[in-house]
């Protein structure tokens, strides 16, 4: 056995006595043939396993596990998790005290390993009445850009991006809505690798950093959520985008009914982009590849698939940092698999970013109060310099949201009506100044509430589900 595979099994068996943590980790690297090294903070069993050849498994292969019992270790965690496929890497992350720090990271061989493994195993009952919580684990390699001079051109953001930062692969920019040779004022940096993207984000992050003489905005992009194929195999609706704004709903209608008439069942638009459904899923495939690349009105548009995202979590993901309006749901598309949203940076996913740092699962927002002691200094700051999980009323967030993108404030106006059994019933239209010479000129939800306060959240709920 290697000295590094004692030194990992013994330095970390504090809980359980160290002899019989030792045995049991050695026992099971006997048995597999996998080999066990600690090192910053974590350990790690296998990566590659015995007999590997080529290169590490594809992005999506990897699972997160959380809730793990702090005194558990590999040799009863690696045999559960076996069970779904073959085990590339087990990273569990580990305390000085030599504890577990309650969660891991498993990568797989295939993708297909990964999902049954999110499938079978979350919620799984891993200890009488301990259950460990699995999710797709995201290596997130890309980067937001704001405050991007708008006329700057794809080649000279990609070009400059390579200049100040290293392992740059690509870079994803949309065009205005309103006018097509201008840029929308920020960008997507794709990297190599989540290392060289985590390298760019440190050296760029101070907020001093300056391009073409603007001091620009970074962070994490948020990563596009993976569908399992399955899913992918019955979806029937298309996802349409740069639009002119002018575009009218019966116009793509009628362009995507030229090549089979009668084939498209309706069709919804937003600002720039649109949501063609068929009546049947080959017709739509079909479509794509007839129509990716054609002009509709001058402008030449971009057409996939659209992703199914369940309703719920995508209203809870906004908390998070982003709507994406490829979560077609949000206006009627069918999902009878329970999703779990958060794309971004495909050009079928586009949307406008909030903050869009990445956690296992939605972050709650911090109620908790805290002492103030004389002589606690303080620093007036602009709410805006927050990030969007410091605020948990949607009416915050649409203010912020419209701030980000340098948009005049939201208006409110509110409307009145009487119930049968004689209640005042109140909602909210919303208008977004900077865009209301668009296809949507007010955002107004369906329901009533019988307080002000209910009437003006609900609205501004219902204004950033359809940004």
Known sequence: MH???????????????????????LALMEKTGYSMVQENGQRKF??????????????????????????????????VFERAGKIYE????????G??????????????????????????????????????SLDNCRLFIGAIPKEKKKEEILNEMKKVTEGV?????????????????????????????AMARRRLIPGTFQLWGHTIQVDWADPEKEVDEETMQRVKVLYVRNL?????????????????????????????YAFVHFFHREDAVAAMSVMNGKCIDGASIEVTLAKPVNKESAWKQHFNGQISPSSENLFGFPNKDDGHQKS????????????????????EVERCTYPFFPGIKLTPISMYSLKSSHFSSAVMHLDYF??????????????????????????????????????????????????????????????????
């Open 46 to 79: 296998g990566g590659p396993p015995p007999g590997w050849e080529g290169p590490p498994p594809p992005r999506g292969c990897e699972v997160f596990v959380g809730k793990i019992p702090r005194d558990m270790y590999e040799d009863e965690l690696v045999p």
């Open 169 to 197: 692969v690509d870079v994803i920019v949309y065009p205005n809505a309103t006018d097509k040779t201008k840029n929308r004022g920020f960008a997507f940096v794709e990297y190599e690798s989540h290392r060289a993207a």
């Open 99 to 136: 504890e577990n720090r309650g969660y891991a990271f498993v990568m797989y061989t295939t993708k297909e390993e990964a999902q049954l493994a999110i499938k079978i195993l979350n919620n799984y009952e891993i200890r009488p009445g301990k259950f460990i919580g699995v999710c797709v």
């Open 402 to 467: 419209c701030n980000k993108n340098n948009w005049a404030p939201p208006e409110y106006y509110l409307y009145s009506t009487t119930s049968q059994d004689g209640k005042v019933l109140l909602v909210y239209k919303v208008i977004i100044p900077s865009i209301a010479d668009g296809s949507q000129s007010y955002f107004m939800p369906d329901k009533l509430c019988t307080t002000v306060e209910g009437a003006k959240e609900l609205a501004a709920q219902f204004t950033l589900l359809h940004l």
């Open 344 to 363: 971004l940076g495909k050009p079928a996913s586009l949307s406008v970013r909030l903050n869009g740092q990445h956690s296992p699962g939605p972050p």
């Open 90 to 97: 087990f990273r569990l992350m580990m305390e000085f005290s």
């Open 244 to 272: 002119m704004i002018s575009t009218t709903e019966d116009t793509i209608k009628a362009e995507f009914n030229k090549f089979k008439p009668g084939v498209v069942e309706r069709v919804k638009k937003l600002r720039d």
């Open 3 to 25: 000295e590094e595979n004692k030194a990992a099994a013994n330095g970390c068996g504090k809980i359980r006595s160290g002899t019989q943590n030792e045995a049991a980790l």
